[in-house]
């Protein structure tokens, strides 16, 4: 089935999930083609989760004996053309990045859900990061989102259409909670593979949740480095005021032709009651209360 999401974003149904329909060729090429390598690291996230900032945080991590701070591409280059997405970057259509092409270790992300990977992702010894966080917040990033990729301006009274979609399942990538709890799941079974961050404790507690990032990345920092500061100057680096305020950000578009500050607006936890009426968040409460009963997983909202 294929259905119009109320910004007039067409999203069709595949084996379990909505994906966009302009994605869908380079989802099934990726699904078929990509084999991991076990030193690859996957960022995997629902959209709106803070991909950015992941993408921001995991790639200074990653390249911290390479550049200064003050020398990093971050500060003059978007984090979405530091670490590209496979379904669209690498498999999508007119795609003009090639996997032999990238620096290994390789550092890449995706949307898919976790039962939607590739085989070689589950059975290699790759290792994926999944940052999820609360519904409510996703779905408001995702309306300012959508109004911005269909070029017309926020509407707020398309919320309502929209939220009942969500709420039954009807998002890109979704049924959200399905995309959460398979990842939730897989980091219970593994959590040497699966790393599983939440946007809400990482904005609570930065630091140790960016050592944890390090660690699992097989990078921790060293006692040298955390009394030299190194880890508070890369979260600044990585910040949202940070990225938000850079040239690149403001006033520069990506290959896709959209603007780059599309990926900045708020940064916060909450914002989502500017705009949800009591009986929404019920409905939202009551969902997840169904659909995460006995998992232990639960969200903060503010
Ligand atoms: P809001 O729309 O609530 O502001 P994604 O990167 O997955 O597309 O998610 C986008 C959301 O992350 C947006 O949320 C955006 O403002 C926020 N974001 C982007 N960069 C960030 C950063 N460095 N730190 C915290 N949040 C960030």
Known sequence: ????????????????????????????????????QDTDLILATFPKSGTTW????AFTIANRNNYLVSESPLLITNPHSLIHFLEFDIYGKNSILKLEDLPSPRVLATHMPYS???????????RIVYLCRNPLDVFISFRHFAAKLSNTPFDPSLIEESFDMFCRGVSTYGPFWDHVLEYWKASQERPD??????????KEDPISHFKVLAKFMGLPFSVEEESQGVIEEALKLCSFNNLKDSEVNKNEKNRRGHPNSMFFRK?????????????MLERMNKLMEEKFAGSGLNFKFS
């Open 193 to 202: 593979k699966v790393l599983f961050l939440k946007y809400e404790d990482m």
């Open 116 to 126: 939607a990977l590739p085989t070689s992702i589950k059975n290699s010894n790759c």
């Open 1 to 36: 089935p294929v259905e119009k999401l109320p910004e007039g974003i067409d999203i069709c149904f595949y084996e379990g999930h909505w994906y966009r329909s302009v994605f869908i060729h380079g989802i099934i090429k990726f699904q078929q083609h990509f084999k991991a």
């Open 54 to 57: 992941l993408k921001a945080l």
């Open 267 to 279: 940064g916060e936890v909450g914002d989502w009651v500017n705009y949800l009426t009591p009986s």
